[in-house]
């Protein structure tokens, strides 16, 4: 400890947590420190570098609040989220795949029956969502709890809106449902439109100093969770999106993209009439029973 210098400080470090009791903690920070150390060794970082990474860490920090988590955002953009969810989640073959959570979900969303439209007055072209929900053995996954979530198509969730004289935001373009006794569930939104990541903060200042496209392709959160299966927490994709191959958080997978069905104005598949030109979306989701390894 009395004669420290760039060849010794990393064995320094390692030694000075031997005192630690938890495996676990002990093996994720010796492996940060080699990790973090090798790499300053590596771009040979400077101190001006350094510090301009921590007042970036600072901003990234200072940005986040209950309604924006510019961390999560950060991760996503650097592709972590996707690694950490996608070694997290392997899955049979036949079971839909997981991506990234985003920085937007909202945990007790408002409670929707099956066929209600979740939009709340958020902007949009109309889009009637239906689907099921199986196990990997193919029956039905009855009483299955669907959070969903979306942008409307100015491409703002509704979380990003200003919140009213009370501080509370209305939950637009966001519910959750269950699944009926055969597994199916549907239910009236808006049709999914392509967005930006937030770009105004640390994070956005980033992907523009690297060059690198702040959209988003469209999508529709789903967060499925039913007793005896793991959960899944995914997206799906709209098939005609230009955005697909360029997704600022590595969240598309191939097996997300599907389409969208064009309308005119006529009668939705529930019955219900649309003044407007609409969309249908179809999607089957496959769960992984608990304790079932791919």
Same mark, same amino acid.
């Not at 940060?32 to 510090?51: C, G, I, M, N, R």
């Not at 902007?123 to 009483?143: D, E, K, M, N």
């Not at 709209?238 to 389409?259: E, K």
């Given at each position: 400890?009395?004669?420290?210098?760039?060849?010794?400080?990393?064995?320094?470090?390692?030694?000075?947590?031997?005192?630690?009791?938890?495996?676990?903690?002990l093996s994720v920070m010796k492996g940060l420190v080699q990790h973090l150390h090798a790499f300053a060794s590596e771009v040979k970082l400077?101190?001006?570098?350094?510090?301009?990474? &921590?007042?970036? =860490?600072?901003?990234?920090? !200072?940005?986040?609040?209950?309604?924006?988590?510019?961390?999560? =955002?950060?991760?996503?953009? =650097?592709?972590?989220?996707?690694?950490?969810?996608?070694?997290?989640?392997? %899955?049979p073959a036949a079971c839909t795949e997981a991506t990234v959570l985003g920085p937007f979900y909202v945990a007790g969303a408002p409670e929707?029956?099956?066929?209600?439209?979740?939009?709340?007055?958020? $902007?949009?072209?109309?889009?009637?969502?239906?689907?099921?929900?199986?196990?990997?053995?193919?029956?039905?996954?009855?009483? !299955?709890?669907?959070?969903?979530?979306?942008?409307?198509?100015?491409?703002?969730?509704?979380?990003? %809106?200003? /919140?009213?004289?009370?501080?509370?935001?209305?939950?637009?373009?966001?519910?959750?449902?269950?699944?009926?006794?055969?597994?199916?569930?549907?239910?009236?939104?808006?049709?999914?439109? /392509?967005?930006?990541? $937030?770009?105004?903060?640390?994070?956005?200042?980033?992907?523009?100093?690297?060059?690198? /496209?702040?959209?988003?392709?469209?999508? =529709?959160?789903?967060?499925?969770?039913?007793?005896?299966?793991? $959960?899944?927490?995914?997206?799906?994709?709209?098939?005609?999106?230009?955005?697909?191959?360029?997704? /600022?958080?590595?969240?598309?997978?191939?097996?997300? &993209?599907?389409?969208?069905? %064009?309308?005119?104005?006529?009668?939705m598949p529930d019955g219900s009439v649309s003044t407007t030109e609409f969309y249908t979306l179809d999607y089957d989701f496959v769960l992984?029973?608990?304790?079932?390894?791919?």
């Amino acid at each position: 400890m009395r004669n420290i210098n760039h060849e010794t400080v990393t064995q320094a470090v390692l030694a000075s947590m031997s005192n630690c009791a938890s495996e676990r903690l002990l093996s994720v920070m010796k492996g940060l420190v080699q990790h973090l150390h090798a790499f300053a060794s590596e771009v040979k970082l400077t101190e001006d570098e350094w510090f301009n990474a &921590i007042q970036f =860490l600072t901003e990234v920090g !200072a940005m986040t609040n209950d309604n924006r988590q510019e961390f999560v =955002l950060l991760s996503d953009t =650097l592709g972590l989220s996707m690694l950490v969810t996608a070694q997290n989640n392997r %899955k049979p073959a036949a079971c839909t795949e997981a991506t990234v959570l985003g920085p937007f979900y909202v945990a007790g969303a408002p409670e929707f029956d099956n066929g209600d439209d979740i939009s709340n007055g958020a $902007p949009g072209v109309p889009c009637f969502v239906s689907g099921t929900v199986r196990g990997l053995s193919g029956g039905p996954v009855a009483g !299955a709890s669907l959070d969903i979530w979306q942008s409307d198509e100015d491409g703002f969730y509704d979380v990003q %809106k200003v /919140p009213d004289a009370l501080g509370d935001v209305t939950h637009r373009a966001r519910g959750r449902l269950h699944t009926r006794a055969d597994g199916s569930f549907n239910f009236r939104s808006i049709l999914a439109e /392509p967005y930006s990541v $937030p770009h105004d903060g640390p994070v956005g200042r980033m992907l523009a100093t690297l060059g690198r /496209p702040p959209w988003r392709p469209a999508h =529709l959160h789903f967060w499925i969770r039913a007793q005896g299966y793991e $959960p899944l927490i995914t997206h799906v994709f709209r098939n005609d999106d230009p955005y697909l191959d360029s997704d /600022p958080v590595f969240g598309v997978r191939s097996t997300l &993209i599907t389409d969208w069905i %064009k309308h005119g104005a006529g009668v939705m598949p529930d019955g219900s009439v649309s003044t407007t030109e609409f969309y249908t979306l179809d999607y089957d989701f496959v769960l992984n029973p608990l304790g079932n390894m791919a």
